[in-house]
């Protein structure tokens, strides 16, 4: 079983209940490296499913292989589909029946109509990644003014929204990216400060950044390769949150001796497979403490990056861009008109 949240204009959760391999999404939705597991059978989304979304008018659907039997036979939509897991390769769009929701079931048509074509966009890049850092810092993080955040990855969707995030929080956002255009784009952000972990050691760039005190929160959605480093530059009693294992889950070392030596904490996340009263939860705090700063008029605006945006035909080619990590934000997919 799959609960995807979505956010409407009132910003209401609106859990869903759906057979495994479908998700019902907004008419223009984002991409997340999860997205690219799911797709290549590697998991990433927590119980039941794949997760990955695809859509057509205002109502989305995934499939794999043969189509699921609660289809109606009229109303149809298109849909991203693979027959197998795999590569990019293996996604095409197809034409398939609009699920017809029971009990229990919703079918999620988010209105935009208050909204122009360009402030739709960038709204459809807000639900899942920023909800995701705002849950990582606050349900989880419990981070306080002053606060030092280490975020990996920094220039991904999650990360650009963690360090604004960070900033309305009044602590201080320090990032990992891999490229110089990267680190830019998360200086532009409000990053306080972002290594180059490709060729320097980010953990002792961490600590001379903080004097040698190191960081209260790091934010790791890499796992088990950076494991050494990250207790390196973490604080005494410092969170090392764990919400990603891009590079595997598996740490060869004295993990536990060293953690114990700095009575830090590990916490893991994953939004996804959270029950609906958690997403709810979620949705009403983000809604009341961050929303209103997309709106502008306070000192302090957020403001979603997109990266590119690709029509739902070209799906596979924004995987590939995806998976070799040179997107600066998120991938918005835009969906056909309705017919």
Known sequence: MVRCTSISDSAQVCPTKVKPNLALFHPLTCWGIADCKGRAGRGGTGRGGTGIRLCSGGDAGFGVG??????????????????????????????????????????VKVSASALNRADLLQAAAIPEAWLTAFQLLHFVGKVQKDERVLIHA???????????????????????????EKLKATAKAGAAAG?????EDFSEKVLAFTQGSGVDIILDCVGGSYW????????????????????????????????????????????????????????????????????GGSSLHLQPFVDSVCPLHEIAEAHRIMEENKNI??????MPASS
């Not at 693979?82 to 929701?101: S, T």
């Open 66 to 107: 043969e189509r699921p039997s609660f289809f109606q036979e009229k109303d149809k939509m298109l849909a991203a589909y693979f027959d197998c897991p795999g590569g990019p390769e293996n996604l095409y769009v197809k034409q398939v029946m609009k699920p017809h929701p029971g009990e229990g079931e919703v079918l």
């Open 154 to 180: 920094g220039a991904s969707g999650v990360g650009m929204a963690a360090i604004q995030l960070v900033r309305l929080a009044k602590a201080i956002p320090i990032v990992t990216a891999g490229t110089q």
């Open 195 to 199: 290594f180059n972990y490709k060729n």
């Open 228 to 295: 050494e480093k990250n207790l390196n530059c973490l604080s005494t009693d410092g969170r090392w949150i764990i919400y990603g294992l891009l590079s595997g889950g598996e740490v060869h070392g004295d993990l536990l001796a060293r953690l114990l030596s700095k009575r830090a904490s590990i916490h893991t996340s994953l939004l996804r497979s959270r029950d609906k009263e958690y997403k709810e939860r979620l949705v009403k705090a983000f809604t009341e403490d961050a929303l209103p700063y997309f709106s």
């Open 329 to 334: 934000g998120k991938i918005v997919i835009k």
